[in-house]
């Protein structure tokens, strides 16, 4: 019955955005335990949805949902995000439960808002014990949405200065997990003033998750 939901819900999606019928889509943030701030930039989900609508003609909400790991809620939505600073965990109930989801049809998009790297990669071991995360090649077709980023992410935050990196979870041949690492996507959706990150800035951030979304539930 969940795989069920999960595939009706993307397949309403896909249908509103090729069709433009007046189905509305929401997303949703993930709400995790272990310590970690998952309510960071509680504006992000929004500015993008708005920003998805102007630009990509999709009809989401602005109002986003929040979620629990481990709630069979999450196959209501065929779009989440996870984010934050510090630690995460998964118990295994959580791990199966994410699982399912991305294996019946969900996407996940992660965005290390500096400090979730090395716990991120813990909990994702529990979900898919035998996948690791790889890194995807600018040639990569969610690179190349309506908008085109040729070098592969743009860097939004300093971090520790290294190269923005995007990885992904690919199960079966699909791509379940986009995880944006030394990028900051997340911050970047954020109202600008939180930040104080100039409007080229945003305004790439936006574009990418953009062509996150697009991907996401035409692939």
């Not at 929004?46 to 196959?75: M, Q, R, W």
């Not at 990196?165 to 996507?185: A, M, N, P, S, W």
């Not at 939180?194 to 697009?214: C, R, T």
Request: proline content about 7%; aromatic content about 14%; hydrophobic content about 35%.
């Amino acid at each position: 019955m969940r795989r069920i939901s999960i595939f009706l819900a993307v397949m309403v999606w896909v249908l509103a955005l090729v069709q433009a019928q007046p189905t509305t889509v929401k997303l949703a943030v993930l709400r995790y335990n272990g310590g970690g701030n998952w309510y960071n930039n509680p504006h992000s989900l929004h500015n993008l949805a708005v920003f998805c609508n102007k630009n990509l003609g999709t009809n989401i909400s602005p109002e986003y949902a929040t979620v629990d790991v481990g709630s069979p809620e999450i196959f209501n939505y065929p779009f989440v995000h996870i984010t934050g600073n510090g630690n995460i965990e998964f118990s295994q109930q959580e791990a199966e439960n994410l699982r399912n989801y991305l294996i019946s049809g969900g996407f996940l998009e992660i965005s290390d808002s500096y400090g979730l790297d090395p716990y991120i990669r813990r909990e994702m071991k529990k979900v898919f014990p035998e996948l690791d995360f790889v890194e995807l090649p600018y040639s990569h077709p969610i690179y190349h949405q309506k908008y085109d980023f040729p070098h592969g992410l743009p860097k939004i935050h300093r971090h520790d200065g290294k190269p923005p990196q995007g990885f992904g979870i690919i199960y079966k041949g699909r791509l379940v997990v986009f995880y944006d690492y030394e990028c900051d996507l997340g911050d970047g959706w954020e109202d600008p003033q939180v930040y104080h990150d100039p409007p080229q800035k945003h305004l790439e951030a936006l574009k990418m998750g953009a062509n996150i979304i697009s991907y996401a539930f035409t692939h």
